[in-house]
Every structure is written in C-alpha cells, then in structure tokens.
C-alpha cells in the first residue's frame, strides 16, 4: 500500500521482481523480498520472443514524443510515460503446411525460422506513472 504521510503524496513500497525467458521458451518471474530470493514461478510458455519500447516525453507535456527500445541515461528513464510490449508466441505442434511468417515490431522486421510452428504475436501498451505526467497535468 501507499504511505500519504511522508510527502504528502503517495510513496509505494519498492518490489524487486526479474523477469526472463529460458532457453527452453518459459517466461519466468522471479520475486525477491529485500534483494533475496524469495519464490519463482512459470508465467508462460512457449515464448519465442519478449521486446519492449520506451515512449518518452521530452518537452514536458506529458505525451510520448520519441520511441526508444532503451532509455538512455537518468532523464530520459524519469520521462519514460508508456512502455509497448511485443510477446511472439510459438506452438508446439510442427504443421506440414505452415508458411514462414515475417513479424514487425519493436522498430524491427523478424522473420520466423522455417520449423512448420505456428506464431503468434501478442502487442499491447501500458501509461506508465511518472514526473511527467504529473507536469502535463495527466
């Protein structure tokens, strides 16, 4: 929960989670209570790939202007305002006639290797509470 008392705003308690894809195509998360290891578990499997795109404000008005597949240094991570994920999903089954897609996301175009496996890609976007929006008044 929050704690309005020391600052007159919201102050939330700090969570420390990593998460990661396997070799073997298992999106994990792992928690962590106060740097240690506290549990694991499987989110997904079957996931090929896992990107993401920083949408940060630059002049303050607390709307994306630049993309960015990482921010770059302290101010730029301060102005991030939405994150975009990209998840490309792929089946286990081989199928005899399923053709080698191309995807674009992420800035960039991949295409799939030729393994008869079905893909799926999974995109969404996120608003992401920051200084910034709270100086463009969002």
């Not at 919201?10 to 740097?35: H, N, Q």
């Not at 608003?127 to 008044?137: F, I």
Request: no cysteine; glycine share 12%.
């Amino acid at each position: 929960g929050s704690n309005r008392s020391l600052t007159g705003g919201a102050v939330w308690r700090y969570l420390e989670d990593i998460f990661y894809i396997t070799a073997a195509g298992e999106f994990r998360r792992v928690y962590l209570d106060e740097g240690r290891f506290k549990s694991s578990r499987t989110i997904a499997e079957g996931v090929e790939d896992l990107q993401f795109e920083y949408g940060i404000d630059v002049n303050g008005d607390g709307a994306v202007d630049e993309w960015r597949p990482v921010p770059i240094g302290a101010a730029e991570w301060a102005g991030v305002v939405a994150v975009n994920y990209y998840l490309l999903m792929v089946g286990s089954s081989v199928l005899d006639d399923e053709p080698v897609k191309s995807f674009h996301y992420a800035g960039e175009e991949r295409t799939a290797p030729d393994d008869g496996r079905l893909r799926q890609l999974f995109t969404g976007s996120v608003r992401v509470a920051s200084p910034a929006m709270r100086r463009g008044g969002q």
